[in-house]
């Protein structure tokens, strides 16, 4: 089968999701249609709409754009069906009923951002920087019933760096994703539509990735400093790691840490979990074992800053500690 003959429809919303479209589309394969999320109000009183990544790009080259609000909605279905695709592909996107997914005689196959199956779930990448992995990947998989559960067509690994945060895994896979999104494509080309696939090993323990609201992201200074260096770059920049800063009896301040480093600083009898010291301006604060030093943080309406200039502002640190519920 040619390029020219394999119609594909494209589903996915974020910008993770533009350069899988775009090698598609620009690699000269037929994507008849894209659908992505309806636009999302934005500005003080939602006045403005403020359009998908996917859908920006969609529209620069011309493509149609389906935006429905339910994906079961008839309208809508009937006209995904109008144009005959004999493949669709999702990347970050939501979740599609059956009788979306099975319509393409050749199916639809998702790319997801972890090595399946571990990582089910909306957060994948940062779940992985969070649990300490030294690598991740991408999955390609035919949808089925279930989340993240369906055969697996593809694999493609990604070293974790200790030092890198979510960020720079996010934009690895992207580019990883888009390339896999293009392998899969041939492999159904190549195929007629019979690529090989195998069943997901159930077996394993299974590490999930849930979606992250802003209480998940709340640090608890109750573990050692290695699994708060993990958390706070599993969800640095966005959507930040916090805690609350307060003097005995004052107003807690709301801290959103995005940058540490591991120390050699040991913990002395004297010293409680949630402490705060500095030390020729750099910041520590006291975890179970050891002290973590804070190099990157933002007070709430403040400028992201670095530790120096922060402890510029508040020359008595070590009359503050951790507030947070967590301790």
Known sequence: MEKKDLRIIFMGTPEFAVESLRQLVEGGYNVVAVVTQPDKPVGRHGSVLHASAVKEYALSKGLPVLQPVKMKDPD????????????QVVVAFRMLPEVVWAMPRFGT??????LLPQYRGAAPINWAVINGETKTGVTTFFLDHDIDTGRIIMKKEFAIPDDADVEYVYDGLMMLGADICKETVDAVLETDGDVPSVAQDESVTLRPAPKIFKETCLI??????KKVYDFVRGLSPYPGAW?????????PVVMKIFKTAKTSKELHPDNHTGDIAADNGRLFVAAADSWLEITELQLAGKKRMNARDFLNGY???????ISNTEL
Do not use: P
């Not at 020359?315 to 500690?321: A, R, S, T, V």
């Open 243 to 251: 805690c609350e800063i307060a003097q005995e009896g004052g107003k």
């Open 109 to 114: 196959f998702n790319v997801h951002a972890a």
């Open 315 to 321: 020359k008595q640190i070590e009359n503050f500690k």
């Open 76 to 87: 809508f279905i009937e006209q995904l069906r109008s144009y005959h695709a004999d493949l």
């Open 220 to 225: 608890n200074w109750h573990q050692d400093a």
